[in-house]
């Protein structure tokens, strides 16, 4: 009986260590405050539970330089230590390959990028992948302690045949030459998740992130996970029906929201009438230029993007919609007449506190998010630290 | 050292109670092999605990007489003990009261429902709940062992300030009456929580709730659980713009799916086109007599109501989309319409394996979702049977 008892003492320590940990990985620094309020445990229990985890290492507790000196000591946070693991993210985008790597106290340590033809093979994109890493590691990182790999793909839900092949392919071999897990989702989602980890969403439970790039897409964060669907499928806002008269859409439908919000679609709907030659640059310039034209065609499309975001708004309830991709670099130009055909169309309960943003990673932000995926998700960090991670596990 | 172990053991035990205990409570009858499988207990433990809650009465094993006798002993299915407790829900609908009972083994034990004026004061209306409780209770339940009461009203999120003050005098009046926590929702997201634990929706994960009466809206189960939203606005489908250039709404917006498809937009419809006199009923009829008329108008709010439905699939990736309300009882003359709307609109990714079907609970699903949120969530359910419940935590 004894035996036992004391056996399950031991879980029980494990079992609150696992939710500080848990709660480490999710948010980064948080106060010993913050920290026993979301984990429900007792001051006495916390203050035992993070004093083992300091002792083993596992944790850091540093002084918060931000807080105002003069009233008391500065707030003590506690991370994660930053030695005790990395994570990288590399996103596949169409014409780029990103990698970014973050240590698991949430400390962005490193990136990079480098442009390739659309038409380059996938073993070529992984090779260029692995190049970025090696580059990075070479300044800045101990691979040695990698917990994970997380992979943003183009491209629909898992359910997909052909995305599925191509996912595997590549899990594959970043597994086989890294020997780590490798979490894959879809960049566009992991834009988000990444948005509401380290950019404009941070710290926000309800997110809906559209993003208006050569694609439009997006993704939800409830309740602060990434939303996935029954089949893999969610936040495909590109796809919403704007005008059912519309231009034929590559996904078979008509007048989705892509056929009038996207790159292209914009660019070409400014050549049309009549704009500077040069491109998505030229109309970039011709709107800053203040050019009535352009910024006629942008308050157009913002309402049709802002009737599409009532929509979502109405189903989902956000407290805040990021905007992402090219098309937020117009700024207020064009983020303006998202809000006011948001507001025209959503409920008005709906609009109580809702704020929109502009995205702020940028293009790292799906590698960024594939890192939040490894943290929040990889059986390996879910795992006790000391305890090793069956084979099979680790792969999915 | 010993007795901290011991309690230790204790405490470890309840967890493992409560984790079987909340998996009845949310889904009614288990076999042992799903609890195994749902709760990640071994096969010894769950035998112990089972065997523990089934000696204090907790809980009772019933063979499933349903199961093929042929091939072996009958599947053995626990639940909770359906003396241990009955839960009431309240449907305050505009010109109903809906009132059902439902014991913690999910068996429904009765229910009834009195139409009055649109115009009566609510404490009239939380009198005429109690005297149906009143009426089920003399012929069928023990109220002594009542556990809580969930509550369905109309209206939007409880952000608006006139709701939060009805549902307060609500919920203060049905306490002090019966003495148990009482938990209040929107009673549209209500049905369709009802749908997905009694109804056509049942054991799916991820459903779409859409609900075409007087008002037009719905609900979202996601994960299991109904989504809320960050003020408590979600399913709003009736406010999604199908029209920019339509009539007003009653939301303030235009066009909304509330001015095409309520039971008084296609009866107006149907009277303008020189349809029979004779309101609702009078198309309903035409509608089975197959008058093209009527089918034709049918055939129009079915796209743009599929439109919409696209919509949300490509945000929210449901595996089943559930009709109810008045226009779900056109039947297929309805609901084909509906779907082919909605396979014209969705992403082809959005439409794999997904269903459309008509609600099964009818009046009575918004009373039955009240009783699947007690059942989900009360304060009182969710602690140890043995537990005291403090006062303030029992009336959130």
């Not at 790597?101 to 692995?130: F, T, Y």
């Amino acid at each position: 009986m004894s035996k036992q008892a004391d056996s399950a003492l031991a879980q029980m320590r494990r079992t609150h260590e696992e939710r500080i940990l848990s709660l480490l990985r999710k948010q980064g620094a948080l106060s010993r405050r913050e920290l026993g309020v979301q984990s429900g445990l007792s001051r006495t229990t916390l203050h035992d539970i993070i004093s083992g985890l300091a002792a083993s290492g596992t944790v850091v507790s540093t002084a918060q330089d931000s807080a105002p000196r003069g009233r008391g000591r500065p707030a003590e946070s506690v991370t994660l230590n930053p030695a005790a693991g990395q994570a990288v993210g590399i996103d596949f985008a169409r014409q780029h390959v990103h990698v970014a790597i973050v240590n698991v106290a949430h400390e962005i340590i490193g990136s990079a990028d480098e442009a390739h033809p659309a038409d380059l093979p996938w073993p070529r994109r992984a090779e260029l992948a692995e190049r970025l890493i090696a580059r990075l590691t070479e300044s800045a990182v101990t691979m040695g302690s990698l917990t994970g790999i997380g992979v943003g793909v183009v491209g629909p839900g898992t359910g997909h045949e052909e995305t599925a092949r191509r996912i595997e392919a590549v899990k594959l071999h970043l597994r086989t030459r890294f020997g780590v897990p490798v979490l894959v989702d879809n960049n566009t989602r992991l834009a988000a998740l990444g948005e509401s980890v380290w950019g404009s969403a941070e710290g926000h439970q309800n997110v809906v992130y559209l993003r208006l790039s050569h694609g439009v897409g997006g993704g939800l964060i409830l309740g602060g996970s990434l939303h996935r669907g029954a089949h893999g499928i969610s936040g495909e806002f590109g796809h919403i029906t704007v005008d059912p008269d519309g231009p034929d859409c590559l996904c078979g439908g008509r007048g989705c929201l892509e056929t009038v919000a996207s790159v292209n679609a914009v660019t070409t709907a400014y050549q049309e009438a009549g704009g500077r030659p040069g491109g998505f640059p030229a109309l970039l310039a011709a709107v800053e230029d203040g050019e009535p034209q352009a910024r006629e065609l942008l308050a157009r499309v913002g309402a049709l993007t802002g009737q599409v975001l009532a929509g979502v708004c109405n189903v989902v309830g956000p407290q805040l919609v990021v905007i992402g991709g090219e098309l937020a670099h117009f700024g207020d130009a064009f983020l303006h007449p998202v809000e006011a055909g948001l507001r025209a169309h959503a409920m008005p309960a709906a609009l109580h506190d809702l704020r929109v943003r502009a995205a702020t990673l940028g293009d790292a932000g799906a590698a960024l998010g594939a890192i939040a995926l490894v943290l929040h998700e990889s059986p390996l960090l879910a795992r006790y630290p000391t305890e090793p991670v069956p084979e099979e596990r680790a792969c999915s």
